[in-house]
Each structure stands twice: as structure tokens, then as C-alpha cells.
């Protein structure tokens, strides 16, 4: 069974997920919200019906004292809605600090193009986040 990483965000959700060994994580997609949680839901669902995933691991975006920030508390009210959605689901939280941070120096040493940075951040930051998750377990 695999595993899917989340980075949560307002505007765009970065999507990755692992190999069926859990050996890699390779970046799948970014998901454009549109201000909605409906959309990520209805994609993921999507993703689901698609690939074997027996644990979804999100971001928690903590500040960098490790404290909880006003978009943690929105993190956490997504988080709610996927456990009640996918409930027979791990819904697991790993701490997110300096994820983008390090999906923009990843993204500087490729010498990616800057109007493609925007679109591909944050399916970095959900590679990032996976793979923090399968290296502590």
C-alpha cells in the first residue's frame, strides 16, 4: 500500500506519493483550490479510486519555535474533514518547517524557469514532507 503526502495551502496543494514498496516518493501533482476544500477533496478522491493508499501524511505547518500558527489551526480543520471523509485511512501530521524553503533551493540548483516555480512548489514541499514521514518510520 502506498502512502500520499500533502502540502496543504490556500491557493494550491502539492500531491505525492510513494512507490507500492514505499522505498521512493516521486511528486504527483499540484491541486489549483479555487478558495475550496471540495476541489481537493474531490481530486483526492480521484487519486484514491486510482491507487492503493492506506495512509495520507499532511504538513503541519509549524512555526519555527515548533508552536502552532493560525494556519496550522486551518491545517487542522482540513485535517478533520479527511478523517471524517477517509476514515479507514491513517491521517498522520509531520512537522512542515523549511519544506518550501528547501523545494525553492531544490528548484534554484535545477535552474527551473521562475514562472514554472509557482507551479510546482508545492508538489516539491509534498515530497519533502513524505519523505520526512517513510524516514522516521
Do not use: W
Amino acid at each position: 500500500m502506498r502512502k500520499l503526502g500533502i502540502d496543504y495551502g490556500d491557493a494550491r496543494v502539492g500531491i505525492a506519493i510513494t512507490d507500492p514498496l514505499n522505498i521512493t516518493v516521486q511528486g504527483l501533482e499540484t491541486i489549483k483550490t479555487n478558495g475550496s476544500d471540495k476541489t481537493i477533496l474531490k481530486r483526492l478522491d480521484e487519486i484514491l479510486a486510482e491507487y492503493e493508499i492506506d495512509t495520507i501524511v499532511v504538513g503541519m505547518p509549524l512555526n519555527l519555535k515548533g508552536e502552532k500558527t493560525t494556519r496550522a489551526e486551518i491545517t487542522e480543520q482540513f485535517i478533520h474533514k479527511l478523517k471524517c471523509k477517509y476514515n479507514k485511512l491513517i491521517i498522520e501530521t509531520i512537522d512542515e518547517r523549511l519544506t518550501t524553503v528547501a523545494a525553492h533551493k531544490t528548484m534554484n540548483f535545477l535552474d527551473i524557469n521562475k514562472n514554472k516555480k509557482k507551479n510546482i512548489v508545492d508538489t516539491i514541499s509534498a515530497v519533502y514532507i513524505l519523505e520526512m514521514y517513510i524516514n522516521k518510520n
